[in-house]
């Protein structure tokens, strides 16, 4: 196989960028990996662009704590478990969890697009092969924080982006109510008007963005949504509050998903031991389709799920069709839609955007992961060649 030349790591902000809100989707960092024939490859990760930029440049240290475009160029890109165990073992230093991971998962990406590509094959059959027959995306609701709205503003918000969901095509959404000052009663009673307003034809699940402090406090209001036929309930208390996570999975009625911080299958298995049913990995930070294939076949013979997070660009929705095409124990996948978002970056930085009719999508075409750049978005919004705090 061709041999890597070029690991490039282009940083990309949007004037979107509002630190009052909480959007991820208004900037990324693009990894490229180019091999002897100019053949490409395409990856992000969801962590600090600039950030992750440094430490996929920084220079060589010693043996655990090594440049990784260093360790890349000249390799064959085929080998993909391998250079990531490589990768992984090049940066146990300052690596392991958080940062390095997620710009490790960039890295994986890329090779596997590139890998897709160098093959004429989508990645899925790089994953093992096709295990569906259509993909089931769930379209995440998000109406943004409050922002001096009333809870009633922003449940209207919320319905108006469900009818839109539903318009697409979407048969399965997430709702994302973050509402910090309303009280339980009235979230729950917002919650439960919504799910009625839908249907029971179309899956709803509910994302609590990490709101009690108390797992008697989410159980009481799980339990009183118990009857509404809630998919899952992600996030109910703060992330790494993993004996109460343990405490609420045992008792809730709804089954409790969460981890979309987390990195590695080490991690993972944390999750997996608290009896968290739906293990939410964002390939763009756990350690890419390599690690998240490690970790669904971990959550597969405990009996448990994976339902991938993904809150990007077109990259990373790309990779989640990849990888749920090709894993039998992931119902569905978090896709961000461009239309209920107002992300230029997931909107414009990638193509084509397949579409979702009935509720489910084709399965992707390759090669590699089947999107194309587009570089006039790269240029405008690479924060590399110019300061960022002029944007
Ligand atoms: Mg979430």
């Not at 108006?160 to 697409?168: P, Q, T």
């Amino acid at each position: 196989m061709p041999l890597i030349v070029d690991v490039e790591v282009i940083p990309l902000m949007t004037p979107e960028i509002e630190a009052e809100d909480c959007d991820g989707s208004t900037d990324t960092v693009v990894v490229r990996v180019t091999d002897e024939n100019g053949v490409s490859g395409v990856g992000e990760s969801d962590a600090p662009p600039l950030a992750v930029k440094a430490y996929i440049e920084h220079p060589t240290l010693h043996v655990w704590s090594q440049n990784l475009r260093d360790v890349l160029i000249g390799r064959d890109p085929f080998e993909l478990a391998a250079l990531y165990d490589t990768l992984y073992e090049s940066t146990i230093y300052p690596g392991r969890r958080g940062l390095g991971i997620h710009a490790l998962s960039a890295i994986d990406i890329a090779l596997h697009d590139l890998v897709g590509k160098q093959l004429a094959r989508p990645v899925f059959q790089l994953l093992g092969g096709r295990r569906r027959d259509a993909l089931v995306p769930y379209a995440t609701i998000f109406p943004g924080l409050p922002q001096g709205r009333s809870l009633d503003e922003v449940v209207a918000d919320v319905g108006a982006k469900v009818d839109r969901a539903l318009e697409i095509g979407f048969r399965a959404v997430k709702i994302a109510l973050f509402y910090e000052g309303a009280p339980d009663a009235d979230l729950v009673e917002a919650l439960a008007r919504t799910r009625e307003r839908v249907g029971e034809r179309v899956t709803v699940a509910v994302d609590f963005g990490f709101r009690w402090r108390e797992w008697r406090d989410a159980l009481r209001a799980l339990e009183r949504l118990a009857d509404y036929d809630i998919a899952f309930a992600e996030a109910p208390l703060a992330h790494d509050d993993l004996e109460g996570h343990a405490e609420l999975a045992a008792r809730s009625p709804i089954r409790i998903g969460g981890g979309e911080f987390s990195a590695t299958r080490f991690e993972f298995r944390e999750w997996l031991d608290a009896g968290i049913d739906v293990l939410e990995p964002d390939i763009s930070r756990c350690g890419g389709l390599t690690e998240i294939r490690r970790i669904a076949d971990e959550a597969a013979v405990r009996s448990r799920t994976v339902v991938p997070h993904g809150w990007k660009t077109g990259i990373t929705a790309a990779a989640q069709r990849h990888f749920h095409a090709a894993t039998p124990n992931c119902p569905m996948f978090e896709l961000l839609a461009p239309e209920l978002g107002r992300s230029t970056l997931r909107a414009r930085l990638t193509y084509p955007e397949p579409a979702v009719r009935d509720g489910v999508m084709e399965l992707p075409e390759g090669p590699g992961l089947g999107i194309e750049l587009d570089e006039e978005v790269v240029e405008r919004y690479r924060v590399d060649r110019r300061e960022a705090a002029s944007l």
